[in-house]
Nanobody, 117 residues
Framework: QVQLVESGGGLVQTGGSLRLSCAAS????????MGWFRQAPGKEREFVAR????????LLADFVKDRFTISLDNTKNTLYLQMSSLEPEDTAVYYC??????????WGQGTQVTVSS
């Protein structure tokens, strides 16, 4: 079992930046991808970004492609999401996510990001 702990959320004004972190511990050796999802009030959880651990390849949702960057520090088992040019529509709980070989998934508890207009 892997534990995913997010941090870095908070309140920021429109146009501002935040960096989210996700520290992974426990059964990290069989993680295949790590990524971020988000869920706004009254909406379904949606995909934001993903990184493949073996290649470093990334995938970002179209609505964040020019504003967010996903990265991984393998030495610290920590995933990052650098967010810039934030908009009120980015307000959501952001969840760290991992897919493991064997196709099971792990989720963090989430961190709140609020963008004020």
């Amino acid at each position: 079992q892997v534990q995913l702990v997010e941090s870095g959320g908070g309140l920021v004004q429109t146009g501002g930046s935040l960096r989210l972190s996700c520290a992974a511990s426990g059964r990290t050796f069989d993680m295949y991808t790590m990524g971020w999802f988000r869920q706004a009030p009254g909406k379904e959880r949606e995909f934001v970004a993903r990184i493949w651990l073996s290649t470093g390849g990334t995938l970002l949702a179209d609505f964040v492609k020019d504003r967010f960057t996903i990265s991984l520090d393998n030495t610290k088992n920590t995933l990052y999401l650098q967010m810039s040019s934030l908009e009120p529509e980015d307000t959501a709980v952001y969840y760290c996510h991992a897919v493991h070989y064997g196709a099971y998934e792990s989720w963090g508890q989430g961190t709140q990001v609020t963008v004020s207009s």
